[in-house]
């Protein structure tokens, strides 16, 4: 098994900026692709970005494109969120998430096989 634990989550106030990480542990050498999705009250969770081991490829939804940068370290298996410019809209609770293959699209909730418990982040207007 894989275990995701997220860090970073808090307060912030509207325009500024936070970072996110999150560290696998376990069966990390069958996990070859990263991301973020988040999930706001009363909302559908939603993809923010992934990133793959094989190579320096990333991807971003487009709620926060622009926004946010993804990065990590594969030999660690750590993955980094960094987020700017945050809007009061970006409140929500952020996942970690890990696939072994993605086999279609990097957006797809069900491409996922391991998901973290959540850091919750709050924008203030």
């Known amino acids: 098994q894989v275990q995701l634990i997220e860090t970073g989550g808090g307060l912030v106030q509207a325009g500024g900026s936070l970072r996110l990480d999150c560290v696998a542990s376990?069966?990390?050498?069958?996990?070859?692709?990263m991301g973020w999705f988040r999930q706001a009250p009363g909302k559908e969770r939603e993809f923010v970005a992934a990133?793959?081991?094989?190579?320096?490829?990333?991807t971003y939804g487009d709620s926060m494109k622009g926004r946010v940068t993804i990065s990590g370290d594969s030999t660690k298996h750590t993955v980094t969120l960094e987020m700017n410019r945050l809007k009061p809209e970006d409140t929500a609770v952020y996942y970690c998430?890990?696939?072994?293959?993605?086999?279609?699209?990097?957006?797809?909730?069900?491409?996922?096989?391991?998901w973290g418990q959540g850091t919750q982040v709050t924008v203030s207007p």
């Open positions: 998430v890990g696939a072994n293959y993605i086999f279609s699209d990097y957006a797809v909730k069900g491409e996922y096989d391991y």
């Open positions: 376990g069966r990390t050498g069958s996990v070859h692709h």
């Open positions: 990133i793959a081991w094989t190579g320096t490829f990333t």
